[in-house]
């Protein structure tokens, strides 16, 4: 049904471990959007991308590195998280970064640090 | 900085029952998206409004911009189940980046 896939769907890991995140969009969308979604707060946005180029960075740690190798690919790399960071991870993409366009997302992957 | 303010946070309904939500914020809105999430899902965009006072219908639900464009509505008659979840506004904003409210759960008993 939608455009944006996300894998993995679930993920757990340790403190220690390092994983990544992928998200793709069939749209062919310009933007590309990471958020978290928490429990109990506004839906988070991480970082922004259009064309390629990073354009948003909400003082995200630097535990969260992203990578955007093309429009329609989108990493987040995970490396020594916390367990504050367990949450929903959302994939979102739009025709432009303009924030009048409307946003498709990804079904998530939901992460648990243990 | 800006927010979006959503009331209420929980609402349980009779299925059958109006619900409403609303979305306010201190400071103009610039255009106001709705998005719906359901139970275990992703947020679904469901309309924008853009001008002042405007009012749109999607079958049983109604979105209404204030007249200040300082708050908006979503307003659903004879809620049924599958009107069950989460339910967004954001605003544009005028930096282009969507500012979330916290978002209004809805639980319909059937």
């Known amino acids: 049904e939608t455009g944006v896939t996300q894998t993995p769907r679930h993920l757990v890991m340790g403190m220690t471990n390092k994983k990544s995140l992928k998200c793709e969009q069939h749209l062919g969308h310009n933007a590309m959007y990471w958020y978290k979604q928490s429990a109990k707060k506004p839906l988070e946005l991480m970082f922004v991308y259009n064309f390629k180029e990073q354009t948003e960075n909400n003082s995200v740690p630097s535990r969260f590195s992203p990578e955007c190798p093309n429009s329609s690919h989108l990493f987040l790399h995970l490396h020594t998280l916390q367990p504050e960071d367990s949450a929903l991870y959302l994939c979102?993409?739009?025709?432009?970064?303009?924030?009048?366009?409307?946003?498709?997302f990804g079904p998530g992957t939901r992460l648990t640090v243990l | 900085g800006q927010q979006v303010m959503q009331i209420p946070q929980y609402q349980h309904v009779q299925e059958g029952e109006d619900f409403t939500t609303y979305c306010n914020s201190s400071?103009?809105?610039?255009?106001i998206q709705w998005y719906k999430q359901r139970p275990g899902g992703h947020p679904v965009f469901l309309i924008q409004l853009v001008k002042s006072g405007e009012v749109k219908k999607q079958k049983r639900l109604t979105f209404q911009f204030g007249e200040a464009k300082k708050n908006s509505s979503l307003h659903i008659t004879a809620t049924q189940t599958t009107d069950v979840g989460t339910y967004f506004c954001?605003?544009?904003?005028?930096?282009?980046?969507?500012?979330w409210g916290l978002g209004t759960s809805l639980a319909v008993n059937p």
């Open positions: 400071t103009t809105l610039s255009n």
């Open positions: 979102a993409s739009s025709q432009d970064r303009g924030g009048q366009d409307t946003q498709y």
């Open positions: 954001a605003d544009a904003g005028n930096n282009r980046k969507l500012i």
